[in-house]
C-alpha cells in the first residue's frame, strides 16, 4: 500500500467539481431481515416492490402521528 506523502500540490485542482446542489439525498432503509421477508412476499404476492410497501406503510404511519400530533 502507497505511504502518505507529506505534501500534496492541489494547485492546479478545481473547487466543488463533484458537487451538485441539486442532487436529493435519500436515506438507507434496513428493515430487520423477518420484516424485510415480510415485505417481500407481500410484494410478490400483489406486483409492488418492497420499496412501494415500506413507503406506504411508512406513509400512513405518519400520517397516524400526525393526528396524534406527536
Keep these: 500500500m502507497d505511504e502518505m506523502k507529506d ?32 415485505l417481500t412476499h407481500i410484494a410478490e404476492k400483489t406486483g409492488r416492490t418492497p420499496d412501494a410497501l415500506l413507503n406506504i406503510l411508512l406513509e400512513n404511519e405518519l400520517n397516524v402521528l400526525e393526528k396524534l400530533q406527536l
Design 7 to 38: 505534501q500534496y500540490d492541489f494547485s492546479k485542482g478545481a473547487r466543488g467539481n463533484f458537487f451538485v446542489a441539486e442532487d436529493e439525498i435519500r436515506l438507507p432503509r434496513y428493515p430487520e431481515p423477518g420484516i424485510e421477508r415480510k
